[in-house]
């Protein structure tokens, strides 16, 4: 149960409540609760999206405010399939994504090492956690004047600052995740007269998987928001690129079209990392 | 994990250990500065920093460009927190607005962050007005989820006990589930000042006008000026550091009537 609190502990934002207390709330909050389950609730999300969709047409079409700050719904659409079947969307998609994993998978690796370290040996989280906590305090936006000085504002910028990103909760949440082990399993596995290597990766890993896999989790979240902010910022290709580009031309259909595809592919990369977690971590079902 | 480390038999005492590196590293950087291992211009001496850091002071330069950033960072942190708790509460009491609003919400908040500037610049010009909306927005995010989140796992044994006691609907709301909630309302807000700091800084790379520590930092790359980035960089680093510290000790402060018995609920 610990590692569980852990784990709520360091992720404040997205753990959801388990659905069976949610509901049993909800039941008592409100009385009329039946009602709505009974009208099955899909349909109740639907006007209001409908609702501002109409409102962004009626705008647009009567031009109450002029078409370069607000593009009519047509035209964004429009303008999102040219971009689809003229291929430009799909390159810039790519080199995205490229950069994404890339600068991702350098903070993954990293911050798992760094996060195993500090959690197995006190002596080397000694010497290396103040620094990395003063490191840690300074986002990424931060280092981006300084980095820009010292990389220029190539490939490199990118790749660093997205790993930067990815690497500071990971690292953060792999420690804590193996520092907050509780001591019986390990007593437990004494017993058993485990050898070093058994309680590493019998015990110790698979105890701490949920917290480390959250901190990754929280890790592609901020590489994904790096990604866009360096490539708004310094970029020739991308879909961050497209953004400012669309910007600089007063094309807001063209920003649109591309601030859709950021939340969509953000979005699926993160269920994706949400479906691999329920095969990582599916084992422990049965134990609750 | 000290089970596998039994005994500390190490030479370094246990406080001097997290000084061992910034010291090695700082005593590199004016070694490589000293003797003049490389030619560039980027390599500055610290003293050099430190000098700057003084002018910066004494000139005032400093506290303008952190007034306006702060003062932006709060006002927007204000206007988003707000929005943020209204809309949160609302979600959370009401299954109906849920279940209208909530897809919608869902779907917004997947766009990142820093891609609502381009939109916002349009929509609000360049100058304090697209900065602030920019913040809130980033405020109003976590501050909504958590409100929502807290709301909604509060214990129905609680509810329960009210309904025992005849709680009228403000005391329901005023004495039992705000309360109840308080500590997952209070980490999203938490979260929002950090959330609004960082937003804080990518509004004054992207909307470059007017003051602030961000003009700042890019200014001193701009001018080649090694020393300014590297101060901006601790400024802001300090900066974020005193935020988080003041926003837990206050979190540590109001909740700190539940005791331990509410917290092993």
């Known amino acids: ?288 | 994990m000290s089970f596998l480390h039994p005994e500390d038999k190490h030479p370094v005492p246990k406080v001097l250990r997290g000084w061992v590196l910034p010291v090695l590293l700082l005593a590199l950087w004016w070694l490589a500065a000293r003797f003049h291992w490389t030619n560039s211009p980027l390599l500055v001496p610290v003293d050099k920093v430190w000098d700057t850091a003084v002018e910066q002071v004494r000139s005032g330069e400093l506290w303008i460009a952190l007034e306006a950033s702060l003062r932006r960072d709060l006002i927007g942190f204000a206007i988003g927190v707000s929005g943020g708790l209204a809309f949160g509460i609302a979600f959370g009491l009401s299954r109906l607005f849920e279940r209208m609003i909530g897809p919608t919400f869902h779907t917004l908040k997947q766009i990142s962050l820093f891609a609502w500037i381009p939109l916002l610049s349009v929509w609000f010009g360049l100058g304090d007005a697209a900065k602030v909306a920019f913040l809130s927005l980033a405020a109003f995010f976590p501050v909504v989820l958590n409100t929502f989140e807290g709301i909604r796992s509060v214990p129905g044994e609680l509810i329960e006990a009210a309904r025992v006691l005849k709680f009228n609907r403000r005391q329901w709301l005023f004495k039992l589930i705000l309360p109840a909630a308080s500590p997952s309302i209070l980490a999203g807000i938490h979260l929002a000042l950090i959330y609004a700091w960082l937003a804080t800084l990518g509004a004054e790379y992207l909307l470059v006008s007017g003051k602030g520590i961000g003009n700042t930092m890019i200014d001193g790359r701009e001018l080649f000026l090694m020393d300014l980035v590297i101060f901006g960089v601790i400024v802001v680093g300090f900066v974020g550091f005193a935020l988080n510290w003041l926003a837990a000790r206050l979190e540590r402060r109001l909740l700190a009537w539940r005791g331990r018995s509410v917290a092993q609920f």
């Open chain 1, 1 to 288: 149960m610990s590692t569980q609190q852990a784990a709520l502990e360091l992720s404040p934002s997205t753990q959801s409540a388990s659905p069976k207390s949610s509901h049993v709330v909800a039941a008592a909050v409100t009385p009329q609760l039946r009602f709505y389950d009974r009208w099955s609730p899909r349909w109740l999300a639907l006007p209001f999206p409908l609702f501002l969709l109409l409102l962004w047409y009626v705008a647009a079409r009567f031009e109450w405010v002029a078409p370069q700050v607000l593009p009519s719904p047509q035209a964004v659409s429009q303008t999102f399939i040219d971009l689809v079947a003229s291929g430009e969307m799909f390159d810039n998609l790519k080199i995205s994504l490229l950069r994404v994993l890339l600068g991702f998978g350098v903070g993954l690796v990293g911050g798992l090492l760094l996060g195993v370290a500090m959690g197995l040996s006190p002596v080397f989280k000694d010497y290396v956690y103040p620094l990395f906590k003063a490191f840690s305090q300074v986002p990424v936006l931060g280092w981006l004047p300084l980095l820009m000085l010292l990389v220029g504002i190539d490939e490199a910028l990118k790749i660093i600052l997205i790993s930067k990103a990815a690497l500071v909760p990971i690292a953060l949440n792999t420690y804590k995740g193996i520092e907050n082990v509780p001591a019986r399993y390990v007593e437990v596995a004494r017993v058993l007269k485990f050898s070093r290597w058994q309680l590493l990766w019998r015990v110790i890993f698979p105890a701490a998987l949920p917290p480390i896999w959250n901190g990754v989790r929280y890790g592609f979240t901020h590489a994904w928001l790096a990604l866009v902010v360096v490539e708004l910022l310094a970029s020739s290709e991308g879909l961050g690129y497209m953004i400012v580009f669309g910007r600089q031309l007063f094309q807001l259909d063209v920003v649109m079209a591309a601030v859709v595809v950021v939340g969509v592919v953000g979005y699926t990369l993160d269920q994706v990392l949400a479906r691999i977690e329920v095969v990582l971590l599916g084992w422990r079902r049965s134990g609750f």
